[in-house]
């Protein structure tokens, strides 16, 4: 019985040995061949190459499931918004133009629209100043005639006695009256950007109607990859307090710093530096 149980026990040690001889054999063969680079800066080239590698697939492998998530927002309809909650991609429906998607938020919801060139940008402005021109025509107008300005004391800077003194002098008492016209240009300007009026839309000016774009509400721009449009998280309209604060900042610091003022549209999406004090940005309506 004893020499039984010997042999038994040898059987099963032997075996163990052959699993343990064969588990090593193929661990063997899976690891990567040893290669002796020589020197150490060998090896940091190698190990560059490598890196750059796999940087490129890791690179592919998020683009692919960018471009991926991006087509799914532009086949699911606003319905199936609750199934797309959970990769954080909005829904868009390309039955309608522009594509609009509900948030949980009920004051706000994403929009997909296209941002315009800075060149209507800046016809827009342009047409726009030739507006606030003749509403400050108007403005000193009404001024001279309830005796506020007295132009007769003006004249003398059209005489040959005129020096650089009496023209600070002018200038001095000018600058109430400019000041007072812009924050009346302002206040009206917020309105159209606000309320709109007669058959300016809210949202646009007489310029921006001109050009065909819109003020709206900016809280967060989502680009679209492979696309122009992108994906602007919004409200409805845009509160007066937000277009009063654009158009103040714009018509007392921007335009009264021209030309170094220019630095102030050199934001991303064609967004000036009001813009973004005031939550707001420019798209083609």
């Given at each position: 019985?004893?020499?039984?149980?010997?042999?038994?026990?040898?059987?099963?040690?032997?075996?163990?040995?052959?699993?343990?001889?064969?588990?090593?054999?193929?661990?063997?063969?899976?690891?990567?061949?040893?290669?002796?680079?020589?020197?150490?800066?060998?090896?940091?080239?190698?190990?560059?190459?490598?890196?750059?590698?796999?940087?490129?697939?890791?690179?592919?492998?998020?683009?692919?499931?960018?471009?991926?998530?991006?087509?799914?927002?532009?086949?699911?309809?606003?319905?199936?918004?609750?199934?797309?909650?959970?990769?954080?991609?909005?829904?868009?429906?390309?039955?309608?133009?522009?594509?609009?998607?509900?948030?949980?938020?009920?004051?706000?919801?994403?929009?997909?629209?296209?941002?315009?060139?800075?060149?209507?940008?800046?016809?827009?402005?342009?047409?726009?100043?030739?507006?606030?021109?003749?509403?400050?025509?108007?403005?000193?107008?009404?001024?001279?005639?309830?005796?506020?300005?007295?132009?007769?004391?003006?004249?003398?800077?059209?005489?040959?006695?005129?020096?650089?003194?009496?023209?600070?002098?002018?200038t001095q008492e000018?600058?109430?009256?400019?000041?007072?016209?812009?924050?009346?240009?302002?206040?009206?300007?917020?309105?159209?950007?606000?309320?709109?009026?007669?058959?300016?839309?809210?949202?646009?000016?007489?310029?921006?109607?001109?050009?065909?774009?819109?003020?709206?509400?900016?809280?967060?721009?989502?680009?679209?990859?492979?696309?122009e449009e992108v994906?602007?998280?919004?409200?409805?309209?845009?509160?007066f307090k937000n277009?009063?604060?654009?158009?103040?900042?714009?018509?007392?610091?921007?335009?009264?710093?021209?030309?170094?003022?220019?630095?102030?549209?050199?934001?991303?999406?064609?967004?000036?530096?009001?813009?973004?004090?005031?939550?707001?940005?420019?798209?083609?309506?």
């Amino acid at each position: 019985m004893t020499e039984k149980h010997g042999k038994h026990k040898n059987k099963t040690e032997l075996g163990d040995q052959e699993n343990q001889l064969v588990s090593s054999q193929s661990t063997t063969s899976m690891m990567p061949p040893i290669v002796n680079y020589g020197s150490a800066a060998a090896y940091a080239i190698e190990l560059r190459k490598w890196l750059f590698t796999t940087q490129c697939w890791a690179f592919c492998h998020q683009m692919a499931t960018m471009h991926s998530l991006a087509y799914l927002a532009s086949c699911h309809r606003p319905e199936s918004m609750v199934s797309q909650a959970s990769f954080g991609v909005p829904s868009s429906s390309p039955s309608t133009s522009p594509t609009t998607t509900n948030m949980s938020n009920s004051n706000q919801f994403i929009q997909r629209r296209t941002i315009p060139s800075l060149t209507r940008r800046i016809f827009a402005e342009i047409i726009d100043a030739v507006f606030a021109f003749v509403a400050k025509l108007f403005i000193i107008y009404f001024l001279v005639e309830i005796g506020v300005v007295d132009l007769d004391k003006y004249d003398r800077l059209l005489g040959d006695d005129a020096d650089l003194h009496m023209l600070i002098d002018v200038t001095q008492e000018l600058f109430p009256i400019e000041m007072l016209s812009k924050v009346i240009v302002s206040i009206v300007e917020a309105l159209f950007v606000s309320y709109g009026f007669g058959s300016v839309p809210a949202g646009q000016t007489p310029g921006k109607v001109a050009l065909n774009i819109e003020v709206i509400t900016c809280y967060q721009v989502i680009p679209i990859p492979g696309s122009e449009e992108v994906n602007i998280v919004r409200t409805l309209n845009v509160p007066f307090k937000n277009s009063l604060l654009r158009s103040l900042t714009k018509n007392m610091l921007i335009n009264l710093l021209f030309p170094l003022s220019a630095a102030a549209y050199a934001f991303t999406y064609n967004r000036a530096g009001y813009d973004i004090a005031a939550r707001t940005i420019v798209v083609n309506a």
